[in-house]
């Protein structure tokens, strides 16, 4: 009997992503979230020495363990060339124009030739969830006596409650490192369902034209 080539779905770990939460296979719960960056090496050794020390306690203050991730592409400047492309087809001034024409080209050129890499800092936290159902636990039960029906609507009131418990446990946690990042003086965004969907696409095609760039975090805190 010939082996079926494993597809690409058994080897993502996601089950689901609902509710700005990332579902496991395994029942786990995930929470992303995108941190700005800093370039330290521009700071006096004083204003080092005060984000080191504020990055070392929001360390020590985690009682649950988190995943740094620092997630480097190549730049997309497709959009920006196409509005530069849009400038360039309205402009009536010859001059312009062709200074306008030229600038493109140089990009173009330029990105080329250059590998200009866009980073992204982003912060996992896991919650892994404890069932509160054993197995053979009421619903075994309730079948014993009968009352199968019954005891799947219970069954599956007693699933939603545990899932909003463990989503508002994960949230806590996620609360909590986005106050501890902010204290360091950086900005952090726990990111939702449509923003998850396009990290993880851009994540499993590499090759193609992102959907979207995720600049959140990058944005200047108002």
Known sequence: MAKVAPSTQDFIKIENIEEDVVILKNGGLRQIIMVSGINIDLMSEEEKNVILNSYQRFLNSLD???QILVHSRK???DNYIKNIEN???VEQNELLKNQIFEYKEFIKTFVKENDIMNKMFLIVVP????SLIPAGGFLSKLNFLGNKKEAMVKEKLSLEQNKKINFRQLKQRSDQVVEGIQSIGLRAVALNSEELLELFYNFYNPETVEK??????NQSSS
Do not use: D, G, W
Request: glycine share 0%.
């Open 64 to 66: 649950f363990p988190v």
């Open 75 to 77: 730049f997309n400047i």
């Open 87 to 89: 400038l360039e087809k």
């Open 127 to 130: 919650f892994n969830p404890i």
């Open 212 to 217: 979207q760039n995720l600049n959140i975090a």
